[in-house]
């Protein structure tokens, strides 16, 4: 059904494309007047989004909402959820394509948003954020991951993490082994955990994207965020030496037995029950999941064998060790077509009051003046994780996911499994992959 849908939705985003191509500006607000004049007139204003509904984004914006409607009567924020990525991006190409987006709409700095960029779709997000006062406030790393490849910026980020290893250093110790100094020490430390009865990775394979993610990580770190940027465009290949680093250590992760056994089918919660109840040994995943993994919540038969590492330099790295994968999850975009001066005036609010709100859930804030407040159920992992995000270096990780052409990163996901799982050779999967950048990045790309 998974599969299905991804096909759709990538057969369907060709002819989204190619109808975007063909669009100019639609209206409304020039893209860089970010001031209007004007009364502030309260009416319903919408936000597409794709964020977990109990999540604390839409948590803290429905107060925020409620308060500015408090002083704004006829104020209200309309929520237009859709948490499921996939069947999200349908909507929001479609809604694109007919030009009727809300006035705020949630997307990846993808080459989509790019083209409704350069139409003049979307209110340049840096202008905005500066004439509101709060521009400076925004880490760095968490607007970096919101801008297109061209540095511009035209969304506003909601959150921000960190994704560290997370392991069991009682397990560790049964195979007689340290935390790896390379990435290139991944296969020795999964066939010695394999010989002490332990499965050494725990991995939503299901999702497709956690295993996309061990894809992109030698590349990061041979050639630094490069390598994906010219790959996505054709310009790089995986029969370069880059990409022939990730395919032969992909390989040599499956043959080593890195993953567990049926990775494929696992889901989101089984990985990580593999983990917190102490059947794998590794768990790849974001500070996102530190109430699950750094708090009394997690199983007290594993809580004080926890600990995480940061991804892993290799010899001659092109990136730091303070330098990995920092997301500032899916921006949000303000529609030009409709920005007025309600929608900049309750931004103005909303904007202001929203870091130190949402810092208060235990939540690292995508600002650097709001403190998270740890809490009080939490272990010694939680407060190390949060100030770990201050030391985050200059260059990022950039998930592949929000990268590459729909329909070859579909494929990449497909064959990856293959890869792993010995289906196919390193060299099967190199001319795959190539033949498919080469059909489909240069149209999407165009």
Known sequence: MKKALGSAWAAGLVALTLTLTGCGSTGGANPTDVEPT??????????????PVDGAVIKTMNK???????????????????????????????????????????????????????????????????SLGVHDTYRKAALDYQRFDDGSLYMIPFEYQLEFFWYNKALFKKAGIDVPKSLDDFPAMCTALRKAGVTPIALDGQDQWPLERYAAYQPFRTDGPSYVQQLK???????????????????????AGCFANGFSSTGYADAQNQFTSGKAAVYNIGTWELGSLATTELNPVVRDDIDFFTLPTTAGSATAANEFVAPSGIGMAVNARTYDPLVRDFLKFALTKYPAAYAATGE??????AKTAVPANATP??????????????????????????????????ELVLLVQGDVSPSEFTSTMDAALGQNAPKYFK
């Open 381 to 414: 992992l939680y407060a190390r994780a949060v100030a770990a995000a201050d030391t985050v270096g200059e260059e990022l990780a950039m998930p592949w996911d929000t990268q590459l052409d729909p329909t070859t990163n579909t494929r990449l996901q497909r």
């Open 364 to 369: 690292l804030s995508p600002t650097t003046n």
């Open 233 to 255: 465009r054709n310009k790089a290949k995986f029969s370069d030496p880059a990409g022939q680093k990730a395919v032969n250590w992909l390989s040599s992760l499956g043959r």
């Open 38 to 51: 004007g009364r502030i007139e309260p009416r319903e204003i919408s936000w597409l989004l794709s964020r």
């Open 64 to 130: 925020l909402a409620d308060e500015y409607a408090e002083k704004h009567p006829g104020f209200k924020l309309n929520l237009i959820t859709t948490p499921d990525r996939p069947s999200y991006i349908q909507k929001y190409e479609t809604l694109a394509a007919a030009n009727k987006l809300p006035e705020l709409f949630d997307t990846d700095a993808t080459p989509f948003a790019r083209k409704l960029a350069t139409q003049g779709r979307m209110m340049d997000a840096a202008k905005l954020l500066k």
